[in-house]
């Protein structure tokens, strides 16, 4: 197989429904990508995952880079053999985590210095070097470098991160077709091995935003991303500027909105033409006994809990669900048992696997707007 | 179903082969039972842990008295209902943790006062609190308070010991007939709620040993559990001190000898004529990244695994070596990630339940001398 996006329906609201289809199997969009950092979703086995319906995840280059290393990878024949995975993967640049987890970085327009966070040793990462590394890996999809800012950005530096965002797209696009025609095309028989995508920046200023959008456009990518959004500016910025990106973007190719979000804010991204998601909160929540459920947040931990021998979610299908009650998630987490992680990653992933089914399903039917509302009420309301 | 015990099949080293049947299901003997701490083995799902064959797991009474409450797993159903596993459960009595893990310890006759580790509280648990808490946790097959001791001891200390578990098993048999009687027997309308087993005490002496097997078969208990050995003695002393004891025990009843062992050497044990063993080894050393195979222990973060693709035992069937190669364990391992423990958990699980079923079928083939010797040739030459 090799790759494709096509939009089959869309909603009132401006949602669509796709299918994107990859040499490692086909995903229905909206899509959710699990977050598999160094290359495990944490506390989910493969047949979980399976089990789960996840046919696509993403894994981090700035982890992979670092342990076991690239190189290590390509030699064993590629991250999906490495990890044993067969479902897509979607690897993003590194760029992200150099700015969020490493020390003594420094920024130049050929790219980022920093230091590793595990040894200390110093490393240059350049658009040429990330489109390498996840050549490397051989992800299905890969992401460009781009600046990463912090929020609230003053307005000179978002255009500066623009203006760089936009050379090295540049950069990493030329390198990256150069690199995969000489090798990955090669390899694969036809067509090109990865899918690249761009990254839009611009902070909170919508002029920056479309100025990035058009820059990144004439660059041609198979897909484009919305970056440095959901970083702590208020949800309505959020949607406010992901809306003035996807107006620009070609209708026919996939949106990706990196790095959300909460579970009643995902028909709000779909609402807005957003065809691809990631979030670290389903598994990261979960290891901190926190429940995504139906009828809102469930802390688990809470003495509330401690005689409940309801699901987690009554309304949940999930495999945890059907087994075990809130009294004994509640006591695995009080106890510390690895047991606890593995379960409650279990059914928030689930969760958000089912609200993109249930999205998926409700724009089928043309009433995302309602299914959206809904949602927001539950969340607001709390758990029962 | 209600309790029996038969033995099916002998083999000329003394070994037998036979079923366990339990209110909550049967399980064929030898039989090696997954320790289960707290409610839970540690980084198992239950549904994994059926995938594996488990059909009796141990629960520890002194980790669920302190946490959740014996009375609050009452009050829920009891400790199968508690954490949904329709398999057997045996419980041990707490004592051997009050031994172990708890500060400011006082034996006397009357029990053992101890401060839980948890937060300094002051127990006291007796031979009648032991049994109190096992019916209300509702196991299947439950352990009389014994007093253990520091290895090696000095024979005053080993006598004492003797003379004082006799004692305990005393009350403790006449407490737990009468209350099972009041509340147990009612419930499930014919026979007893619980098997309750003895433990004979003795350290290293054989005469001492015999004593202690022989005042505890006056007490007729269902079946016998062999304690205080396989704590720091060599091995040929822990088979001594089980034979010494099994030429005494009724051929018709369990006899289990606590707390072992190492995969070469079971097929010893089984051969003394024991039936039920428990042992943290093959869970605690999947979390400590060794490995048990067929080709002896793989200590799987060792660097000449960085690039092995083959399986963490390439004779091995379970889930984890069908699917992941020994690199990506070693990776997992290195960065940290729970995942690591979960697979090393189910495949060292599933090596030790093999075991027990290839020793089954030998002891049906009339040929488990055989099956030791390999065994133990296989793991003096260590790993390939």
Redesign the interface.
């Known amino acids: 197989m090799s790759f494709a996006f096509e939009v089959t329906q869309t909603d009132p609201t401006g949602a669509r429904r796709g299918k994107f289809s990859t040499p490692h199997g086909a995903f229905e969009t909206p899509a959710f990508m699990p977050v598999g950092t160094?290359?495990?979703?944490?506390?989910?086995?493969?047949?979980a995952l399976e089990q789960l319906g996840a046919r696509i995840i993403l894994a981090n280059t700035y982890?992979l880079y670092l342990?076991?290393g690239h190189e290590?990878i390509r030699?064993?024949g590629g991250l999906h053999k490495?990890?044993?995975w067969p479902g897509a993967i979607l690897t993003d640049s590194g760029g992200f985590q150099v700015f969020s987890l490493s020390d003594l970085r420094k920024i130049t327009d050929d790219g980022v210095r920093f230091r590793s966070h595990l040894d200390g040793s110093e490393h240059l990462l350049t658009p040429e070097k990330a489109a390498e590394i996840q050549l490397a890996l051989g992800s299905d999809i890969a992401m460009v470098l781009d600046e990463c800012i912090e929020t609230p950005a003053p307005r000179d530096i978002a255009e500066s991160a623009v203006r760089r965002t936009s050379m090295w797209a540049r950069r990493a696009r030329a390198h990256f077709l150069q690199k995969s025609q000489e090798a990955g095309a090669a390899a694969t028989g036809s067509g090109l091995p990865q899918w690249q995508f761009a990254i839009v920046q611009g902070a909170t200023f919508a002029d920056l935003r479309r100025d990035s959008a058009r820059q990144l456009l004439d660059l041609d990518f198979p897909g484009n991303a919305i970056g440095g959004l959901a970083v702590g500016e208020p949800h309505a910025m959020t949607c406010e500027m992901t809306g003035v990106v996807t107006e620009l973007l070609p209708k026919d190719r996939p949106r990706y909105l990196m790095g959300v979000g909460r579970p009643e804010q995902i028909a709000d991204y779909v609402a807005l033409g957003i065809d691809m998601m990631d979030c670290v909160l389903p598994t990261r929540a979960a290891r901190h006994a926190c429940i995504y459920t139906s009828e809102g947040r469930v802390l688990i931990k809470n003495a509330r809990y401690?005689?409940d021998?309801r699901p987690l979610d009554p309304a949940c299908t999930c495999?945890v669900c059907k087994?075990?009650?809130r009294?004994?998630l509640r006591?695995?987490f009080?106890?510390g048992?690895?047991?606890a992680?593995?379960?409650a990653t279990?059914h928030n992933v689930h969760f958000y696997l089912d609200i993109m089914r249930q999205i998926r399903e409700a724009i089928g039917f043309g009433n995302l707007a309602k299914f959206s509302s809904a949602m927001h009420a539950r969340y607001s309301a709390g758990p029962a």
């Open positions: 160094a290359a495990t979703v944490k506390g989910l086995t493969h047949d982890h342990r076991p290590l030699k064993l490495f990890m044993s401690a005689e021998q495999a087994r075990y009650t009294a004994y006591h695995l009080h106890a048992e690895i047991t992680a593995i379960l279990h």
